[in-house]
């Protein structure tokens, strides 16, 4: 019998120390304290999304203004404006180098912001229409003028002009045929023929020559008609 009450005593929990109650004191205080901290934590957030809900709504109505932009915020208040935003069927980004410098802007859809404005806000650079638009134009300005030379130069490489043509009125249609023939492009040596290459004559002597020739050939059926008279 004595055993077995022995055995009951040693079951039963002994009753706390005094250490143990401040320990327990303690951990209800650190407990009772993150409950309140995050109850404030709460309120806050609730706080600030009512007060961007207020601004977002004075924004949309507001007719003369097509962005806003917001002071740096931290990574949690940052993330409310752009739910905010979306919700309200607004545009926005945020912009900042470092996690303490970054902030908000928000666009209304009719005036969305190009990709050169917000290329210009990730720079930190302040976005300049007029100063845009010149650099635009001066682009544009570039590009012709640089498909303008381009095509001079293929002009030069290849002349353009037609041999039949200008010494048709000299030498007549036939031989102004051959004279071209001539000179026709061979493409193993761009716009010169390659018998051209080593032809040390001029073109008028080249004319001159198939005048002849030709000279040569009317004599030639001038002679053999008269045979057959």
Not at 16 to 29: F, H, I, L, M, Y
Not at 199 to 205: G, L, Y
Request: hydrophobic share 30%.
């Amino acid at each position: 019998m004595a055993d077995l009450l022995g055995s009951i005593l040693n079951s039963m929990e002994k009753p706390p120390t005094v250490g143990d109650q401040e320990s327990r004191r303690k951990a209800r205080e650190q407990a009772a304290r993150l409950k309140k901290m995050e109850e404030h934590e709460k309120r806050k957030k609730a706080e600030f999304r009512k007060k961007m809900e207020k601004e977002v709504s004075d924004f949309i109505q507001d007719s003369t203004q097509q962005k806003r932009k917001y002071s740096p915020m931290g990574k949690i208040e940052r993330s409310i404006l752009h739910d905010v935003s979306e919700v309200a069927g607004l545009t926005s980004f945020s912009f900042g180098e470092e996690e303490e410098s970054r902030y908000v802007m928000l666009f209304k859809k009719e005036f969305a912001p190009s990709d050169e404005e917000l290329e210009a806000y990730r720079k930190g650079e302040e976005w300049d229409p007029k100063l845009a638009e010149q650099r635009r134009r001066l682009k544009e300005q570039a590009a012709l003028e640089e498909t303008a030379s381009s095509q001079t130069k293929k002009t030069e490489l290849c002349p353009t002009t037609n041999y039949r043509d200008k010494y048709s009125h000299l030498i007549g249609t036939s031989a102004a045929k051959d004279a071209a023939h001539t000179l026709e492009a061979n493409r193993a040596y761009g716009c010169v023929p390659t018998a051209n290459k080593r032809d040390t004559r001029s073109i008028e002597e080249a004319m001159n020559e198939i005048r002849a020739k030709k000279r040569q050939k009317q004599e030639d059926d001038s002679g053999a008609t008269s045979s057959s008279s």
